[in-house]
Structures are given as structure tokens and as C-alpha cells.
């Protein structure tokens, strides 16, 4: 029963933190990735439909990124879901594929990032202490029960504790590394 409350707690906490890891990669830095347009997704045939599952991602240099669209019917409405993401970006189209060049970064577009990443970090926190919480109160629900003693309360609580400190500190990491990436010019 323990056991089966802790995998819970873990299996949420971990799903909260591929989630930040997920959510940070979106957030664009100078370079172009295309884990910035993980969630854009474009009308294609009246369905909303994943920029990933429409075009292929190539990046020709750090700065510039080409979309190559496998069906050329869609390229208008990638280019349109591209453009009403608020990425800061102009994409342009050839005929074949879409090319994006990043801007550069101002210094104040970077502060707004950090903080941005700082606020999509804390979610992710808030996330871990709350599975973290339920754990808790689903633990002490069995040993007011009598399902388990006081000496198993106290060391699933501190293994649920550790869990937690594991699992914000890679949150605390890949908040880290993505406020390196933007303060890197």
C-alpha cells in the first residue's frame, strides 16, 4: 500500500517535470529549435493539426530554421499558425518551404524570457509539492486507518520527501540551463 502511494507520487512528480522540460524549450531563446513550435498547431483539412505531424524542421544555421511542409496545400496555414503564435518571428515562403530567421534578442525581451521561465518553473514546483501533498494525506489516511504503523508513516514521509527535493532540483536545473541559454548573446 505504501509502495503503491510512493510509485503514484513519483510517477506525477516526473510528469511534472518532462512537462517544464517541455514547456522551457518553447520558450525561444537566440538560436532556432524546433521544440519552439511543440505546440502550435495548424488548421489542415478543419483540424487542428501539429506543425510536427505537417512539415519537417530543418535548421540551415544557428539563427534560421526551414519548414519543409509535406503537403505544399498546407504551407499557408503553417505560415498563418507561425504568425498568430507571438514568437516574434516573420516567417517567409518560397513556394517549397518556410524560412524563419530569429531576431536578435534585445536585453529587455531576454529579462521578460527569464522571467517568463522563472513563472513556468514555480508551475512546475507547485506541481511536485502538490502531488507530494496528496501522497502525504493519503499516507496518514492509512495509518489513522490502522493499515500501517507510525514507524512506516514517518519513513514513507521522509522517502516522499527526498523524492520531492530530487525532483525540484531538476526543475531548479533545467530552469538553470535555460536562463544560461538566454543570457548568452
Known amino acids: 500500500m505504501i509502495a503503491e502511494v510512493q510509485k503514484d ?3 506525477r512528480m516526473q510528469q511534472a517535470v518532462e512537462f517544464a522540460r517541455e514547456d522551457l524549450a518553447t520558450i525561444r531563446t537566440g538560436r532556432a529549435h524546433p ?8 488548421e489542415y483539412y478543419g483540424a487542428p493539426t501539429p506543425l510536427q505531424q505537417l512539415a519537417t524542421f530543418t535548421s540551415t544555421d544557428p539563427r534560421s530554421l526551414l519548414i519543409t511542409p509535406f503537403d505544399r496545400s498546407a504551407m499557408g496555414a503553417i505560415e498563418k499558425a507561425i504568425r498568430d503564435a507571438d514568437l516574434g518571428v516573420n516567417p517567409s515562403n518560397d513556394g517549397n518551404s518556410i524560412r524563419i530567421v530569429m531576431p ?3 536585453e529587455d525581451r531576454r529579462k521578460e524570457y527569464v522571467k517568463l521561465a522563472k513563472s513556468k518553473a514555480e508551475d512546475a514546483r507547485v506541481v511536485v509539492r502538490n502531488a507530494r501533498r496528496q501522497a502525504m494525506d493519503q499516507l496518514k489516511k492509512l495509518q489513522k486507518d ?10 514513507a514521509e521522509k522517502a516522499i520527501d527526498g523524492s520531492t527535493k530530487k525532483f525540484v532540483d531538476s526543475i531548479d536545473e533545467l530552469l538553470k540551463n535555460k536562463e544560461t541559454e538566454l543570457s548568452e548573446v
Open 9 to 11: 507520487a513519483q510517477t
Open 104 to 106: 536578435q534578442l534585445t
Open 35 to 42: 521544440a519552439m513550435f511543440n505546440r502550435i498547431q495548424a
Open 146 to 155: 490502522g493499515e500501517i504503523s507510525e514507524d512506516d508513516l514517518t519513513r
